[in-house]
């Protein structure tokens, strides 16, 4: 028999789902708790993400060409060959940011919503507010632990299936390591704003190395919190769907089974009723 909460098969003698450990005797979704959409918004989230990744991939290999193009040419004594190198990493840091900012935006958006939607199952366990979904990436410190804590408990609760805890750790990690990796590994930062063009090749020749290998952690970041996203959101708005139907039927029943046992007070017991009925009191 599938559990009304996560859908695993149980044996019908059994109390609480064997997956999900929930009590199959709880009602599928909280009555009055708003709940929200996330299908849509994860397929957003997916798609930014992707861009993200390809605007990366340029960055790390387009970066490194042209600052190697313009160092020869700044050494030769090209004026304006030394100003551009020197605008270069402000204009690649720019660009960066740009890309970063909406899926940065999408993802906060959508952990919000999907936070808010595990308040509407019955017997769920998480410690971190809805709120932590927007301050969990802004305080400092806070924002190296909290969103992962708030993603792994929303997608435990979710989907209830094992993988969830290595695919989340294997996100955070690479986040964090290409958040972080390139501040040890890509070279001398100091040397782009000096005038020793030997240091600023060094520099741009680590970078076409250390770019494509940042931009491969980070396309295994962006990969499972697609992953995370594309599973979440769909078993939530099922699960939700499955909560509403329940609802819509018990109401229906309370509804019927006022209707037959209401009896006007012009109508004699076991006589029939204006609707064609035997009206039992």
Known sequence: MPCPHCGADNEP??????????????????????TYHLRGLGYAV???LAVYVA????????????????????????ATARDALHRLELVGNLVAEWLLALPAVLVIMWLWRARKNVDAFPETQVSDGAGWAIAGWLVPVANLIIPCRLVFQ????????????????VWWTTYLAQSFGLLFFGGDRSAIRGDDFAAMAEYFDAQLLAGPVSWLVTTVSASCLAYLVLKVGPAQEARIARGEAAHAQAAYATLAARAVTSVPADVPAGEQSPAGGTIQV
Do not use: F
């Open 13 to 34: 003698s059994y109390l609480r789902c064997r997956a999900c450990l929930s009590n199959r005797d709880q009602p599928i979704t909280l009555l009055g708790v708003r």
């Open 46 to 48: 997916v798609a930014a």
């Open 55 to 78: 605007g990366r991939l340029l960055l790390a290999v387009a970066l490194p060409l042209v600052g190697r193009s313009l160092v020869e040419q700044a050494a030769a004594g090209g």
């Open 154 to 169: 929303v997608a435990r609760e979710t989907v209830h299936r094992r993988w969830v805890k290595p695919v989340v750790a």
